[in-house]
């Protein structure tokens, strides 16, 4: 824990730093980038700097309660470990090490389909609820399968991301050389091998948990796990749409959080279609640039909604007073995805925990300079928002 104790590591800032001198450039840049010129990225997290505290002074507040319910599960945190796919890349066995410190610190964590892990070593890292995160790679008898062994094995909740029909274009990642590295083509991987060479350790602790891994959690026809392979192309040919709700409520008979809702129309269509729980949420700014932050969604989302689902919130959160204002603004809890995984990223689980320490620290100094003892009590009065709320569009004059 000491190469991430402070002084050295303060917030999550300082983390990512470590991460970036540890990792190859093209792995960093696939945790750091976004899509197109990266502007929902950025906006992520500035929307949090228009929300600004309003304290209450002279409030005695010795302790602060944390906790929350997200489905009926208690938490010790107001936040979650957002699905992240790839997990491998950053520390061997990513997926195993995040889950059991998310454990550890009493919350959850959302595994992707995704993963180099298989889920039942994930479920068997943690004693805490752990989500399965749906795509629909390979088609539908493909997700059936992945649907019953996350049932089988214990998976609380199932989390269906609808914001992928294609992936977004990330333009690090082809500077980088992404799919010329993936092509096993000698020629076209030439101009690229020096970034991994350049990085000795994580290619050793690379190659020593297997090298380039597969999914195993897609078992295709045939072949077996799915290749670790042109994953936009894969999504591309499994998008999911709202039809595909009724028979994956069907398939799972469990909650259902579905993920990536930015409008009031698709947060109402999410209920319709059986949803517990929506997250509000623009894929990090990783898929369609230029649609607005996640917070300034967020009022527009609950309103839609009125209280006939959990409404949780993803995207920009790189500190505990973010993850307070997002509780203030009414959402149920959060979902935090770059944070933890830039500490798995410079120091494997010893990173992952002093990521959610620094959070969990940020949010209880947070709320006792507030004058609040639990993130139950947050809500609007404690915030100024500087943002102008969103509005449903205006149909045309007929």
């Known amino acids: 824990m000491s190469r991430v104790a402070a002084p050295r590591v303060v917030n999550i800032a300082d983390l990512r730093t470590l991460a970036k001198r540890r990792l190859p450039r093209g792995v960093f840049d696939y945790i750091d980038g976004g899509a197109d010129g990266e502007a929902t990225l950025r906006e992520n ?5 228009q929300v600004t505290f309003r304290p209450r002074s002279a409030v005695a507040t010795t302790s602060c309660d944390l906790g929350v319910r997200v489905l009926g599960l208690p938490l010790q945190l107001p936040f979650l470990l957002a699905p992240v796919g790839s997990s491998r890349l950053f520390y061997p066995r990513g997926e195993e090490v995040a889950a059991r410190a998310a454990g550890d610190a009493g919350t959850a964590y959302a595994l992707s389909t995704l993963s180099g892990c298989l889920m039942e070593d994930v479920r068997a890292a943690t004693s805490r609820p752990v989500f399965y995160q749906l795509y629909l790679l390979g088609g539908r008898d493909v997700a059936l399968a992945a649907i019953a062994r996350a049932r089988a094995t214990g998976f609380n909740a199932l989390v269906v991301t609808i914001d992928t029909p294609v992936a977004g274009l990330r333009e690090r990642d082809v500077r980088n050389g992404i799919r010329e590295l993936l092509s096993f083509d000698p020629l076209a991987m030439a101009p690229f091998l020096p970034q991994l060479l350049r990085r000795p350790r994580w290619l050793a602790g690379f190659l020593r948990d297997g090298g380039l891994m597969k999914f195993p959690n897609v078992v295709l026809p045939d072949i077996g796990p799915m290749p670790y392979t042109d994953v936009g192309a894969a999504l591309e040919q499994s998008m999911v749409s709202w039809p595909d709700l009724r028979w994956i409520r069907e398939a ?23 949803a517990q729980a929506i997250v509000v949420s623009n894929h990090g700014g990783r898929q369609l640039d230029g649609v607005p932050a996640t917070l300034r969604m967020l009022p527009e989302v609950l309103d839609a909604v009125d209280g006939r689902v959990e409404v949780l919130l993803d995207g920009g959160i790189r500190r505990g007073g973010d993850v307070v204002k997002a509780l203030c603004l009414g959402a149920r809890a959060v979902l935090v995805g770059r944070a933890y995984v830039y500490g798995l990223a410079a120091a494997g ?18 709320l006792k300079l507030l004058g609040c003892s639990s993130v139950a009590a947050l809500d609007r009065s404690y915030v100024n928002v500087e943002f102008a709320p969103t509005r449903e569009p205006v149909p045309p004059p007929t």
């Open 252 to 274: 799972w008979q469990g909650p259902i959080v579905v993920k990536g809702v930015h409008t009031s129309d698709d947060a109402r269509r999410a209920v319709d279609a059986g």
């Open 45 to 49: 997290s500035r929307a949090f700097e």
């Open 349 to 366: 689980g010893a990173g992952v925990t002093r990521a959610i320490e620094i959070l969990r620290s940020d949010i209880v100094r947070t």
